[in-house]
Every structure is written in structure tokens, then in C-alpha cells.
């Protein structure tokens, strides 16, 4: 959530499922598990730490401060690319005036825990909407994952707000492994 005015927000549709899929997998196969949350209505998976976050800079602080002690992080979460550069203190009124909010870039979870990780296990997500394999393939380069995890809007019953996805998972080898549209628990069985 990136704050406009204390009562309007820009955000996108995830709900946090696929995430919490993960966690609670990795929890159950006795991992200890520090899950990083923007606002969802989801529970905590037993086993589960939940740290919660706002804003993109929320989750990259509370990212920042608990990556070192860590053997490796699943890069799921949703996070803004962009944040209004100039959030208003108090409610904006409305007018007859064109309203323009300027974005500014928010910092890069993902590049950062590449640039950092040494031999810690890194895996990222990347859900596309065109030229899904090929932005994929350049993301998991760029930010220095061990694998990547694919999804995409034009698949039926995958990506934000159900139940199930559609996911193929990349290795930094190139090799890449499709997997049907399943729940979303089946899915984090094979990413985990």
C-alpha cells in the first residue's frame, strides 16, 4: 500500500495466497519461516512468524533487517514498484482540477538481496502479461535468484485472488519446469 493521503492508497489485487502457501509449506517441512506480510485477511500459517508490513520501504526495511541471519528468502510479495513522491498529510479534496500524482521509484527488495545474498538460496517471482519467458528469464538474471517462478495473467484460474495458479519455474541452468493449473498449495509443494 503507497499512501496518497491518509485515506487513499495506490496497491494492486494480491491477496498474499501464494505467499502464505509457501510459508505454510516451508513451515510444515520444519523450516523456521519469518513471513513478511502486507495487509491481507489470510492467517497465519502454524509455525509461521509474521512480521507486518505497509509500504514498500516497510517491507524493504524489515527485509534489510532480517536477510543476513537468514539461509535464503522466497521473493512472492507483490511490491509497489512506485510510490507517490509527495504524499499529502491530510485529505485531498476533491475539485474540478485535473489530479496528477507524481511516482517516484521505491527500493528494489529483490536486486538488493541479489546484490547481497553470497551463498544464501534466492528464488523470485514474476508474474507477466507479455513476453511472459523472456521477462522472466531477464528478471531472474538480473536480480541474481537461483530460480524464478512464472505465472501470468492470461492464464485462466492463475495469479491474483484465486484459489489456484499455473506456474513454471526457471532455474538459473535455463532448465524450466510447467506444472497444470493446481491449487495454490500444490503449487508451493513443487516450488518448495
Known amino acids: 500500500i503507497e499512501p496518497i493521503d ?30 513478511i506480510s502486507g495487509q491481507t485477511a489470510l492467517d497465519v ?18 527485509f534489510i533487517e532480517r536477510f543476513e541471519s537468514a ?7 507483490a511490491v509497489a514498484d512506485y510510490t507517490p513522491a509527495d504524499p499529502s498529510p491530510v485529505k485531498i479534496k476533491k475539485s474540478d482540477d485535473e489530479m496528477v500524482i507524481r511516482l517516484k521509484r521505491t527500493p528494489d527488495i529483490a536486486a538488493t538481496a541479489g546484490a547481497t545474498k553470497g551463498d544464501k538460496l534466492l528464488v523470485g517471482f514474476a508474474l507477466e502479461t507479455d513476453n511472459e519467458l523472456e521477462n522472466a528469464v531477464g528478471k531472474l538474471h538480473r536480480k541474481k535468484f537461483d530460480f524464478i517462478v512464472l505465472n501470468s495473467l492470461a492464464d485462466p484460474g492463475a495469479g491474483f485472488a484465486t484459489d489456484t495458479n499455473k506456474i513454471t519455474i526457471i532455474g538459473k541452468d535455463g532448465l524450466q519446469h510447467p506444472y497444470p493449473l493446481e491449487q495454490k498449495s500444490d503449487a508451493a509443494r513443487h516450488i518448495v
Do not use: W
Open 6 to 35: 491518509p485515506v487513499r492508497y495506490i496497491s494492486n489485487h494480491s491477496t498474499g495466497k501464494m505467499g502464505y502457501a509457501i510459508a505454510a509449506e516451508l513451515a510444515s517441512r520444519g523450516a523456521q519461516v519469518t513471513l
Open 45 to 62: 500459517p502454524d509455525g509461521v512468524q509474521r512480521v507486518d508490513v505497509l509500504s514498500a520501504q516497510n517491507m524493504f526495511d524489515a
Open 71 to 77: 539461509d535464503g528468502a522466497v521473493m512472492c510479495a
